[in-house]
């Protein structure tokens, strides 16, 4: 009786908190699942930012083939350099694309439903094969920077990172995967005009094209670079805390462009308003450095994305692990109160029925005896 009893209330008490956990087991699911999308998130945006890395040294080095092999008595081992940095650039891009590329939807299927479909490593190299075995008239060097620029967009896209949902790392992915690829192809395009020119006066319609250059390479790259890079410094203390490597590293990178982007830009304008000749090797040699410059920034800033990234992950695997802890503490908690109010009410029942059983003991033991001695008194009386 007394097992039962502790039992039914032991019972009764574990039922009211089972009751109440529920809601507060759903609310952690709730928010533990979250946890898990946004580390998924952020894994998978530290994924395209790795993807997007050979492509960047795609983009560097293919308008130096084109430039290397249009010109009149170029450099030929500089060229056969260059073709071999290529080809390894490729085996890095197959590896990455073998590594990642599924879960970016690099796949026959996820290229074509967004009209990419020339946009993979394997077509890349193909048509880079291509290029080198037979130049052709049409210049396939564009066709290819064009692919690098789609693919860089495709893995920006399924990475998430053009969804990035904090503005350190947004601002920083901007700088990363949107403006510096953009004035990287814009100067290229710029300086291939102008590989192996000679002195000579611009026309109009070259000159209105300079001018149209120099505007685009002012507002839409130089000033959102900018822009972003220091938005990026300024919210970087208000996400996980501020990161000493990204203060330190990047602004040194950011001055160096700034400068070197400022010089070419400044030469543009003054070649797009000047009768003079123009010296086609002063302004190619500004032309690369600004564009050596903006590659040596992308380095450094896809480094430290990386460096972001992986804090806010670190982070948000702490607060899924305290989480988790502290519904565990307040499980055990919620068991431990349970037992404690049950033998706090069961233990001092069981003292008591044991007292009333002993009295009713003894009280029937009491009432035997009276009854056995009145049984005698009655039977003494007859006699």
Known sequence: MKTDTRFRIGRKLMLIS????????????????????DIGSARLEVHGNRYQRPLERLLALIPEHHALSTVPNADAGALKRVTAEIDRTFVDLSA?????????????????????????????????????????????????????????THAGDQSNLILDPELDTYYLMDVTLLALPQTQDRLAAILARWHGATPAELTASERAQLHVDVALLREADLARVLASA?????????????????????????????????????LAAGI???????????????????????????????????????????????????????????????????????RSITLPLARQAAKLATANRELTAEIAERSRVEAQLRHAQKM
């Open 18 to 37: 089972l009751f109440f956990l529920i809601p507060d087991s759903l609310m952690l699911y709730l928010v533990i699942t979250r946890l898990n999308a």
């Open 230 to 266: 220091n938005a990026c410094l300024q919210e970087d203390a208000g996400f996980h805390g501020t990161s000493p490597s990204l203060q330190e590293r990047l602004p040194p990178m950011l001055a160096e462009y700034r400068a070197r982007t400022r010089d070419f830009i400044d």
């Open 96 to 152: 990455i694309d073998a590594e990642l590329g599924g879960r970016l939807d690099f796949t026959a299927e996820g290229l074509a439903k967004r009209g990419r479909g020339h946009a993979n490593a394997a077509a890349l190299a193909t048509s880079w094969r291509e290029l080198v075995s037979d130049p052709g008239p049409i210049d396939g060097h564009r066709e290819l920077i064009g692919a690098v620029r789609t693919m860089i």
């Open 272 to 342: 797009a308003s000047s009768p003079s000749p123009v010296d086609a090797a002063r302004f190619v040699a500004a032309g690369s450095r600004a564009r050596a410059a903006s590659f040596a920034l992308w380095e450094v800033a896809s480094q430290e994305l990386d460096v972001l990234l992986n804090a806010r992950i670190s982070h948000l695997w702490w607060v899924r692990f305290f989480s988790l802890m502290a519904a565990a503490v307040t499980v055990v908690a919620a068991i431990a109160i349970v037992t404690f109010i049950t």
